[in-house]
């Protein structure tokens, strides 16, 4: 199993990025699929998270500015950013799990890290 995060880097406030996680060693399309993000210091939080469905479920911190989405033709899922802002700087994981599995089990990404300045 192995999940890539990609697309992180450096912009200034109010610049958007996309992150890519993708994916091979699992059957994608039977994975919940959700982004977390680690800031210097801080605890891991959920970002978004999108279900088999299509469903999402977005942090309070990012609604509105985040959308979470998947290509299971691909198995890769997106976190597109926009309107970012220097707390959004961490290191952005990916996070691959079976439907009714525990949060934060399943597979994991290496992380991908966003510098957002201002």
């Known amino acids: 199993v192995q999940l890539q995060a990609s697309g992180g880097g450096s912009v200034q406030a109010g610049e958007s990025l996309r992150l890519s996680c993708a994916t091979s060693?699992?059957?994608?399309?039977?994975?919940?699929l959700v982004w977390y993000r680690q800031a210097p210091g801080e605890q891991r939080e959920l970002v978004a998270r999108?279900?088999?469905?299509?469903?999402?479920y977005y942090a309070d911190s990012v609604k509105g500015r985040f959308t979470i989405s998947r290509d299971n033709r691909k198995n890769v899922a997106y976190l597109q950013m926009n309107s970012l802002k220097p707390e959004d700087t961490a290191v952005y994981y990916c996070?691959?799990?079976?439907?009714?599995?525990?949060?934060?089990?399943?597979?994991w990404g290496q992380g991908t890290l966003v510098t957002v300045s201002s």
């Open positions: 996070n691959a799990l079976r439907v009714g599995a525990a949060p934060g089990t399943g597979s």
């Open positions: 999108i279900t088999l469905a299509g469903n999402t």
């Open positions: 060693g699992i059957i994608f399309r039977n994975n919940v």
